[in-house]
């Protein structure tokens, strides 16, 4: 299979987009491909970012006003040179804006949180969607579903590696909005597998600030998916 057409996945997984047979391709080609791990680390952003456009302005937003038809616009003496786009590049180009297109209509109507709000399994709880961003070079990549759990906060994360040596040590934390840091799961690294780790934090949605991936059960912080 061509790897052109993982490239244009990208945005799709970050936002939680993807059907549950493709996010799992895709997490198995994150393991061995070092551009679209890259890339999704570009785009950890992303959801936030989008879920700041009311869905009034995606809604109710006025077409814009037709221009002069060709036949009506006055001819400059010395019209200016314009750069031409080889056709293949357009078709290049096409795809990413169109999804980038569509993710923003889909986050302005869906969000309203500060990322991604995932439309809700029958029996659990609205989930928040972040990327993590890596803030030191590592075999991860991730993201991560953050949903109310009575009084607390449950969090998911996805994870998959790259070269990872069997038995690495890594840990989830979550970071307060007062700067408090707690660990919610320890867990061991199987290379070529998606991995899960999941728990619980005490403190609600609203007061969660980031999320972190740590080396061992408090060693140095790897990825972090900020609110």
């Known amino acids: 299979m061509s790897t052109d057409r993982y490239a244009q996945w990208d945005a ?13 391709e895709f997490e198995e080609h994150l393991a061995g491909c070092a ?24 809604w109710d937003a006025e077409p814009a006003a037709p221009g002069p038809s060709p036949v009506d616009r006055p001819v400059a003496d010395h019209e200016p040179t314009r750069e031409v ?15 980038v297109a569509a993710a ?3 986050v302005a109507v869906l969000g309203g949180l500060a990322g991604y709000v995932l439309r809700p399994v029958v029996g659990q709880p609205a989930a928040q969607r972040l990327a993590f961003s890596v803030v030191e070079p590592s075999p991860l ?31 989830v934390w979550v970071v307060g909005q007062d ?27 609203d007061a969660i600030a980031a999320v972190e991936i740590r080396s061992g059960d408090a060693g140095s912080v790897l990825l972090r998916a900020r609110r």
């Open 141 to 171: 990549t991730a993201v991560v579903d953050l949903a109310p759990a009575g009084a607390g906060t449950e969090v998911r994360v996805e994870c998959q590696y790259a070269d990872a040596d069997e038995g690495e040590a890594y840990s």
């Open 104 to 106: 923003a209509v889909l």
């Open 179 to 205: 700067g408090s840091a707690s660990e919610v799961k320890p867990w061991t690294a199987r290379p070529n597998r998606v991995m899960h780790p999941s728990g619980t934090s005490p403190l609600r949605l």
């Open 12 to 24: 799709a997984y970050v936002l939680g987009a993807l059907a549950p047979d493709e996010r799992a």
């Open 35 to 58: 551009r679209c791990r890259e890339a999704v680390g570009e785009l950890a952003g992303m959801p936030g970012l989008l879920a700041q456009v009311p869905a009034s302005e995606v």
């Open 85 to 99: 786009v080889p056709l293949d590049r357009r078709r290049a180009l096409r795809p990413r804006w169109w999804q």
